[in-house]
C-alpha cells in the first residue's frame, strides 16, 4: 500500500512563489511515474504535471508550463511541485498520485494512489 502526503499548500499573493511537496512510503518510489492534479471548487480534477520515473522525462499542462516545475528525489522518496508566478487562478486542492505502471500520463484515471491533498490559495 502506497501512502502519499502532501505539504507546502499556504496563502500567497499574486506573483508569489510555492514549493509543494509529497511524501512517499510503503512502496517502491522510484519506480513510480508522478504527477501532480489540481482541483477547484465546482471545477473538475485538472492535470498540473507528471515526472517519469528516473526524473528524465517532465511534461505540464499549457497553463502552468513555464511557471512551475516537477521534479523528485528519489533517495528521499520525496516529489516536489516548484510554482513561481503564481497566479489567483491557480488556486485549488493540489494532489500528488503515483503511477505504479511506470509511465507518465496526464489522465487521471491513470494513477493508482493519491494523496489527501494540500489547499494553495492565490490571493489577487
Known amino acids: 500500500q502506497v501512502q502519499l502526503v502532501e505539504s507546502g499548500g499556504g496563502l500567497v499573493q499574486a506573483g508569489g512563489s510555492l514549493r509543494l511537496s509529497c511524501a512517499a512510503s510503503?512502496?517502491?518510489?522510484?519506480?513510480?511515474?508522478m504527477g501532480w492534479f489540481r482541483q477547484a471548487p465546482g471545477k473538475e480534477r485538472e492535470f498540473v504535471a507528471t515526472?517519469?520515473?528516473?526524473?528524465?522525462?517532465?511534461y505540464y499542462a499549457d497553463s502552468v508550463k513555464g511557471r512551475f516545475t516537477i521534479s523528485r528525489d528519489n533517495a528521499k522518496n520525496t516529489l516536489y511541485l516548484q510554482m513561481n508566478s503564481l497566479k489567483p487562478e491557480d488556486t485549488a486542492v493540489y494532489y500528488c498520485?503515483?503511477?505504479?505502471?511506470?509511465?507518465?500520463?496526464?489522465?487521471?484515471?491513470?494513477?493508482?494512489?493519491w494523496g489527501q491533498g494540500t489547499q494553495v490559495t492565490v490571493s489577487s
Open positions: 510503503g512502496g517502491t518510489f522510484s519506480t513510480y511515474a
Open positions: 498520485a503515483a503511477d505504479l505502471s511506470s509511465t507518465t500520463s496526464s489522465w487521471y484515471g491513470k494513477y493508482d494512489y
Open positions: 515526472i517519469s520515473w528516473s526524473g528524465a522525462r517532465t
